[in-house]
């Protein structure tokens, strides 16, 4: 039992480790079948498999599982390799599964409006715990949020001052506003989060990203910054754009081997040749992007 609360403690924590359990046994081994190890993200562990060689192969095998977050199975045979003869191995073979633990996926989402709320719907179905903020508390709060981890109805700077995403966090920017907007990227470019990305037509995302250059940060910073969000799918809805982003987390979350249909237009190195639809009046074609050779 202390193996799985020790698994409970560290998902809570937002950390990552990887579970060693031995499968199958043939003749004699230093341990039992069923015995397990738990390898923390800072590499300290609980449990046994019965040490020596073994173990110590074991544990690098699952620093590599926890950084692939994909399973492994490992195969010792005790009587024929001799660098197992330390007196602590009994001969024999011996199977031993390994596999990631993964903190649940925590999804924060700036503002709470129509597309937010579809957004924490569809992402709390999908499994991802969610916690919103939002400087308007006739939006943010319990009743509209009512399965969200936390609800934060105060200044978008306050709110940030109090969040500390992890490598395991997806941000959502979807405030009312540029300014808001670009507080929360500024402050988002600069966590280690998973996943980045921003609601916005493609002039709102030029003049953000713009903006923040303008003040210092390194372009690059915002390489992983997804913008427009989610995949092109057609979304018109708040239902339909929240399907669109929950999409992109899920295929990030679970390594999707295929290349992903994209909205982002930012990361290639030239701007497109129209504007959203609600500023197709004003292409974008003559403005260079934030990111490119030559800055305007």
């Known amino acids: 039992m202390e193996i799985y609360e020790e698994i409970v403690k560290l998902q809570r924590a937002g950390h990552k480790g990887a579970v060693a359990t031995i499968v199958n046994v043939r003749g004699s081994i230093p341990s039992f079948k069923s015995a397990k190890m738990l390898v923390r993200d800072d590499g300290s562990i609980a449990g046994t498999i019965g040490g020596g060689c073994v173990e110590a192969e074991v544990w690098q095998a699952a620093r590599e599982v926890m950084a692939s977050e994909n399973p492994r199975t490992l195969t010792f045979d005790l009587n024929q390799d001799p660098k197992y003869d330390t007196g602590l191995v009994c001969g024999g073979t011996l199977e031993i599964f390994i596999e990631p633990v993964l903190p649940s996926p925590l999804l924060y989402i700036f503002g709470a409006g129509h597309v937010s709320l579809e957004l924490y719907k569809a992402a709390h179905a999908a499994g991802f715990e969610v916690i919103v903020a939002d400087d308007r508390d006739l939006y943010a709060n319990t009743e509209r949020f009512p399965a969200a981890r936390q609800v934060l109805a105060e200044d978008f700077d306050q709110a940030l001052a109090r969040l500390s ?6 941000i959502v920017i979807a405030t009312r506003g540029h300014r808001d907007d670009m507080r929360v990227l500024r402050w988002a470019v600069e966590t280690p989060a998973r996943y980045i990305g921003m609601i916005g037509s493609k002039r709102k995302i030029i003049t953000v990203f713009r903006e923040l250059t303008r003040e210092g940060l390194d372009p690059h910073l915002f ?9 092109d799918i057609g979304a018109i809805t708040p239902e339909e754009i929240a399907v669109s982003i929950v999409a992109e987390l899920i295929g990030l979350r679970r390594h999707a081997e295929r290349a992903l249909p994209h909205m982002s237009w930012f990361h290639s190195n030239h701007c497109p040749t129209s504007a959203a639809p609600e500023e197709a009046a ?10 490119s050779a030559n800055p305007a």
């Not at 390489?223 to 995949?231: A, E, I, K, N, T």
């Not at 004003?282 to 990111?291: F, G, I, M, S, V």
């Open 282 to 291: 004003e292409p974008l074609a003559t403005e260079p992007c934030p990111n």
């Open 223 to 231: 390489d992983r910054v997804h913008s427009p969000v989610g995949l």
């Open 165 to 170: 995403p992890s490598e395991s966090s997806y």
